[in-house]
């Protein structure tokens, strides 16, 4: 069978032919509240000389990917969303399907970098400026940024990808926060162990937000009706909302950033 595929219909959240201006409305604010957020985190980190740290440039970069992640993707839903039009060409599903695992790949890594930015700011205080030098956090950052045949290719592909672009840098934050608490508990006082597990609790709110409804989404069972229904919903939360999430969570719970911010 040499016949080819040239137009996907887009399921979407609800089986409805009609327009649906209630979501579109909803999924445009959650996308411009993502851009805004997103904007601001980057305008204020670039120019607040004291935010200019190695923790700041990891958050910067996490911004850039989340900025570019929502509109790979919320763009074609909105349209969809208005339109009622589910239609989609291969070339356009291929394109963007493409870039979209590009940029999840991206941010697992650099989530695993920003867990190891951590590790060396508490593990190794007086070394932690020569060891995230500049050059350091650039290469870094740098290799952050890195079909309809036989499904068997395709599957031992994406066991490939969750193998090593999903699972191996959520095993690397693992180790390393295993590494962190075991440091942290060596702290004397009550006050300096709350204070120094703070400087991670937003960096560990993401990684949890992130990985368990990426987690849920590729990996969980949906042989019924019911499960498909929510796997849908965790996928929204997982592409949609987790972008929009970071710079709310990453300003509310830190203190150097809502300073910067007045």
């Known amino acids: 069978n040499q016949s080819t595929v040239s137009v996907f219909l887009v399921v979407g959240l609800c089986d409805s032919d009609e327009p649906q201006f209630v979501l579109f409305l909803i999924f445009l604010a959650i996308y411009l509240i993502t851009i805004l957020g997103n904007i601001v985190i980057l305008s204020v980190i670039s120019s607040d000389q004291r935010l200019h740290t190695p923790m700041y440039f990891f958050l910067a970069n996490l911004s850039i990917i989340d900025i570019i992640f929502s509109s790979v993707t919320v763009p074609k839903l909105l349209f969809i969303l208005l339109t009622a039009q589910k239609a989609t060409s ?4 291929i394109t963007q399907l493409s870039f979209f695992q590009f940029f999840v790949v991206a941010e697992c890594y650099l989530l695993a970098v920003m ?113 498909d229904k929510d796997v849908k919903v965790v996928a929204v939360l997982y592409t949609i909302m987790t972008p929009m999430l970071n710079p709310i969570i990453y300003s509310l719970r830190n203190r150097e950033v809502k300073r910067a911010l007045k």
Not at 90 to 93: L, P, R
């Open 90 to 93: 291969f070339s356009d599903c």
């Open 115 to 227: 867990a190891y930015d951590r590790y060396v700011a508490i593990c190794f205080p007086l070394n932690y400026t020569l060891i995230m030098s500049r050059e350091v956090r650039f290469r870094m950052v740098l290799a952050c940024w890195l079909s309809c045949s036989d499904t068997r290719l395709g599957e031992a592909i994406f066991l490939l990808v969750v193998v090593f672009a999903g699972m191996g840098p959520l095993t690397f934050i693992l180790v390393t926060y295993g590494r962190i608490i075991a440091a942290v508990t060596k702290i004397s006082t009550s006050k300096g162990r709350s204070k120094t597990f703070s400087t991670c609790a937003s960096h560990f709110t993401v990684v949890a937000l992130y990985y368990g409804s990426g987690i849920f989404s590729y990996i969980w069972p949906s042989s019924t009706y019911t499960m």
